[in-house]
């Protein structure tokens, strides 16, 4: 029996899993860590944090287990980027974590001042000029960091998505590598050639000696050493990996994964799709020595996960996110209060980054169920833009898959399913983003996937979709008038 471990890195934790070869979880071990937000809209990190915590639950599997892995496979938060020195390999300035908007202003001037750009920046990243991105995040740190630039310029800088600083500190190699579907999310890959565009990397004023070299999703990325060597054979960005953990392999396979974020990826294969609708065109995967990618379109909501994790720190209204489903109101009606998670901004198909969180409609006779049951209505509506979205763009879906940590709550499956009308299916085993990074370290290391995965399905209550629409659309009439106030 061959034993492959499973790396998931997360926003706001980190993970291990040892699978075996029929895809049955052995043992697994979770590590949570806090994020900093030292001012309005940014949002940081410790990188010696992440590493850390990364390691702990990989010597914890590994011991717990006394098994010899044949292989890894790693997936990661997108986006996110780090810049440490290649001769230290200490960190210059904190984790930039996806969810930061300090450059808005930057970009919205760059937009301004040459404004057929963002058509370029289009055309070759597949991706909007926003915040949400890496590239605007390594410029700000090399511009506001004393001396990184000079650094940067003699090539004594590293930097890269969590994934790079990652490989980087735990291979005996310390390879400088990263893959395609990390590389797309940066603003500075063009997804036709996958390869770092000089265009780019001139206009935001970064040295490509920083940069990792890009490298296939299977490739053989360097070993690690814990209590035995074995390689890493896989690695891919954490919203590709759930694509390919849940089998959305075929053409107009989508999944939904709810987890900080929510994230809605489509397989369009061979061709790349541009959205008229602000959704984004990025790498699925890239499989093998031809060079041939797979692509997708996605829409990326901000908050989900941290918004009932913001109910449960932040209020304190449960102690712990599996009693939220205590405070939903099984009828779905929040009393009128309707509720806009823009904590850091709205992302698909909005992209605005000034735009903050609120809640509208509170009366005397609001309840703690009310705000509650609010909150996650505004996930599920925020998922139905962006569906609407790709029925706009021509994109028809085939099936309607879900994972992440919110679908434990059966309630909110129900509203979701309610919300869309369609038919949601729910896999047993939930975290598809590991399982993704699993199969993919498998394909690199030539080990077949014998394991079958089990579903569920959520059908919507035919009596409540009428409601649910009616609720919907108020709720985007609510949220047009507020983008119109704060414009």
Known sequence: MKYILSVDQGTTSSRAIIFDENQKVIAESQREYELSYPKDGWVEANPRTILDTVKEVINEVLTTTGVKVACCG?????????VWN????????????????????????????????????????????????????????????????????????????????LVWHLTEENNHLTDVSNASRTMLMDIRSCQWDQELLREFDIPESMLPEIKNNDYNFGTIKSNHSFPITGVIGDQQSALFGQDCLSLGDMKI?????????????????????????????????????????????????????WLRDGLKVFDNTKHSENFINSNFDSGGVKFVPAFTGLGAPHWNSSIRASFQGIQRDTSINDLVTSVFKSICFQTR?????????????????????????????????????KEIIIPNFVESTALGAYKMACVGSKISLEGQKSYSITSPNQERVTFMDIEYKDWKKNLKNLISIQD
């Open 257 to 309: 994964t709810f987890g900080t974020g929510c994230f809605l990826m489509v397989n369009t294969l061979k061709e790349i799709v541009y959205s008229k609708s602000n959704l984004l065109t990025t790498v699925g995967y890239q499989i093998g020595s031809n060079k041939e990618s797979t692509f997708s379109v996605e829409g990326s909501i901000y908050s989900a996960g941290s918004a009932i994790q």
């Open 86 to 165: 290649k001769h230290t390999g200490e960190e210059v300035y904190p984790a930039i974590i996806w969810q930061d908007r300090r450059t808005s202003e930057f970009c919205r001037s760059l937009a301004l001042k040459k404004p057929k750009f963002e058509k370029q920046l289009r055309q070759k990243t597949g991706l909007l000029l926003d915040p949400y991105f890496s590239a605007t995040k390594i410029q700000w740190i090399l511009k506001n960091v004393s001396g990184a630039m000079k650094l940067a310029q003699k090539g004594d800088l590293c930097c890269g998505t969590i994934d790079s600083f």
């Open 385 to 421: 833009e962006i569906v609407e979205a790709l029925n706009i763009d021509g994109i028809e879906v085939n099936k309607y898959r879900v994972d992440g940590g919110m679908i434990k709550n059966n309630l909110f499956l129900q509203m979701l399913s309610d919300t869309l009308n």
């Open 74 to 82: 790693i997936t990661n938060q997108r986006e996110s980027v780090v």
